[in-house]
């Protein structure tokens, strides 16, 4: 069996455990809890009138899947506030082969060919688990996390988990909630898979990050690009 074999890390998922390493050259992987998690209501996402005005801009492209790989790349570079990272060769390998099955997805921001943002996450029932996004110009990580709110909200989505608390998610709307009220949200969020130990976890059975391509099919590009005014629409951004 692989060091994470991707079966066993849905299964993590399911039961509010996720996987991280010491550093970038770290071999081994550990798992995580948190007592306190931090999760983003869905119906919470705060959108200032400087972020509203972005996104309304186009000001970048912003595509769904189209850079899974170029994205958790990205997030595990270093930086200057974060010299490393969490995400080792394993952890990368292990999402790459979920996203090959549908249960991990990206969302990217451009400008022009260049990726200058986004983030990735797994995808399990009606839930989302955000792991890492990252930005190389200033709010593009927070234009790919508007997409993303707006694309649960239009595709049934009922979690997006964060996993833990920062200043960025708090101005964001990000709150923090007891490992048991987590339980209670997640087990909701789960219901229609049917999982009970045995339950399979390889379906792709669940919500739909596409749902809103669905919904404005003139709008939407081939890599799944939708416009700035969309994704206001979908957040209840209309002015």
Known sequence: MDLLDPNMLLRAYAIGVFPMADSRDATDVFWVEPKMRAILP????RVSHSLAKTIRSDRFRVTRDAAFDRVVSACAEARPDRPDTWINPAIQSAYGALHRRNHA?????WQGE????????????RAFFGESMFSR???ASKVAL???????????FALLDCQFMTDHLASLGAIEISK???ASLLDAALSSLGLGGTGSTDSAT???????EGLFPDDAGPDGALSGYVISHALGQTS
Not at 105 to 109: A, G, L
Not at 114 to 125: D, K, M, P, T
Not at 206 to 212: F, K, N
């Open 42 to 45: 869905l119906d919470g996402f």
């Open 105 to 109: 997805h990206s969302i990217e921001c």
């Open 114 to 125: 260049e990726l200058v943002g986004g983030l990735y996450g797994v995808r399990l029932g």
């Open 137 to 139: 110009v200033s709010n």
């Open 146 to 156: 508007a997409h993303l709110v707006a694309r649960m909200k239009a595709g049934g």
């Open 180 to 182: 048991d009220d987590y």
């Open 206 to 212: 669940g919500a739909d990050l596409s749902a809103l």
